[in-house]
């Protein structure tokens, strides 16, 4: 049940683009992104609806193939502040919610 | 607002003890979830509550977790007895509406150590 992400851990330089990739075997409602910094809670980044609609940060951007069940997060000209761990969340029919396996981002200068 | 307010935030007890975490969720919201991380589980979603009501608790591991929304704006969730094995960070979050439509927000967490 819990969606899978790729790659599990990334560095990137500052300035440099990064794409985590989360993919599920059931259908989905939703896909939702969160950003956790160590030691503290996740903090919501997105959703992306089926239909195409999405809602959430400006400055990050990602994808939902609904057929494929799957959708990408971009980070574009990375910042020190983007280092955290990426959590895809998926929803199905009835509230039901599962978290990915989380994609461990660390940008250095 | 506020945000979600969590407490303890530490917690650490022997094997064998109570324990009883408690979660305020933002006024207005009428969803409450309770999660569960571990480094080798990651995030796991234990229950949720719709107005109070608990809705699926299929994720709660064991007879000896238990939650309660007793009005709007309280939740418990309890552990009896505790085990190590039970030892992680515990987020409350909370939704204004369905989770496929809205954002959680998450409260700061309350880490607990069962020795």
């Known amino acids: 049940q819990q969606p899978v992400q790729s790659p599990q851990a990334v560095i990137l330089r500052e300035g440099e683009d990064a794409v985590i990739n989360c993919s599920s075997s059931?259908?989905?409602?939703?896909v939702h992104w969160y950003r956790q910094k160590h030691g503290e809670a996740p903090v919501f980044l997105m959703i992306?609806?089926?239909?195409?609609e999405q809602k959430g940060h400006d400055k990050i951007s990602a994808s939902f193939n609904e057929k494929k069940q799957q959708s990408s997060l971009y980070l574009t000209a990375s910042q020190l502040s983007y280092s955290g761990t990426y959590f895809c969340?998926?929803?199905?029919?009835?509230?039901?919610?599962?978290f990915g396996t989380g994609t461990s981002l660390t940008v250095i200068p | 607002d506020a945000g979600v307010i969590q407490s303890p935030r530490h917690e650490v007890t022997e094997m064998g003890q109570e324990v009883t975490l408690r979660c305020k969720p933002i006024?207005?919201?009428?969803?409450l979830f309770w999660y569960r991380q571990t480094m080798m589980r990651g995030l796991e979603l234990l229950i949720y509550?719709?107005?109070?009501?608990?809705?699926?608790d299929s994720g709660m591991p064991e007879d000896r977790f238990s939650a309660k929304m007793p009005n709007a704006s309280f939740s418990t969730l309890k552990i009896q007895p505790s085990e190590p094995r039970d030892s992680a960070v515990y987020f409350c979050?909370?939704?204004?509406?369905?989770?496929?439509?809205?954002?959680?927000?998450f409260g700061p967490g309350t880490r607990l150590t069962v020795l």
């Open positions: 979050a909370s939704s204004r509406t369905g989770l496929p439509y809205n954002e959680q927000f």
């Open positions: 992306l609806l089926k239909g195409g």
């Open positions: 059931k259908a989905l409602y939703s």
């Open positions: 509550f719709n107005n109070n009501v608990p809705i699926d």
């Open positions: 969340g998926t929803a199905r029919k009835g509230n039901q919610f599962y």
């Open positions: 006024s207005g919201h009428d969803y």
